[in-house]
């Protein structure tokens, strides 16, 4: 299951980004407002590894992995719809919910891996997620051909949302779901 998290939400994130300067384009935007407007999602990015870290700490995995997906989802949908100076001020955001899941995902490993074992899970886990973001670019650009840039986008969204049956049901194998990141249940 937390392979299956980590490939969709890697795939999201490199599926949104191939789409985002034709996003972009039909809003106006000029090719240095597309480079700054990416620079804003990535300096967003930056900012969602340590602040998703923290969270995932504070609130646990279920309830950080939730609220970020859920966030890119709403974000994603957001930027089809507002003008262009609106989106430029929602990508540091979007930026932090795209890349803050992942710090999030790679805590969990060690969790869920026996001890001797944990180099194997993290080997597996981040073939998978760069794995996946390496094809999405390609599979969603298919889709893009066939159902056009903002049906493609909106299908980001929805693999965004997928997640949410998955985190669920993974949050049992982690105790409550609740505990920080790196930490043991409490046995009952």
Do not use: Q
């Not at 998703?52 to 609130?59: T, V």
């Not at 886990?125 to 051909?145: E, K, N, Q, R």
């Amino acid at each position: 299951m937390l392979f299956a998290i980590g490939a969709l939400d890697s795939g999201v994130r490199m599926g949104f980004l191939t789409f985002l300067p034709f996003l972009l384009t039909a809003k106006a935007a000029s090719l240095p407002t597309i480079g700054f407007a990416l620079s804003l999602v990535f300096i967003g990015g930056a900012a969602g590894k340590f602040a998703c870290g923290w969270l995932g700490a504070r609130l646990g995995v279920l309830t950080t992995v939730l609220l970020t997906e859920g966030g890119t989802a709403a974000f994603i949908l957001s930027i089809l719809f507002l003008p262009l100076f609106a989106s430029l001020l929602v990508l540091p955001l979007l930026g932090i919910m795209l890349n803050g899941t992942s710090s999030v995902l790679y805590g969990t490993v060690p969790e869920l891996a026996p001890p001797e074992r944990t180099d194997r899970a993290f080997a597996l886990f981040y073939t998978g997620s760069i794995g996946s973001g390496a094809l999405s670019p390609v599979l969603y650009g298919f889709l893009g051909d066939v159902v056009g840039v903002n049906w493609a986008t909106v299908a980001t969204a929805v693999a965004a949302l997928a997640t949410f049956p998955l985190v669920i049901a993974l949050a049992r194998h982690l105790g409550s779901g609740r505990h920080p990141v790196g930490s043991k249940p409490h046995e009952t």
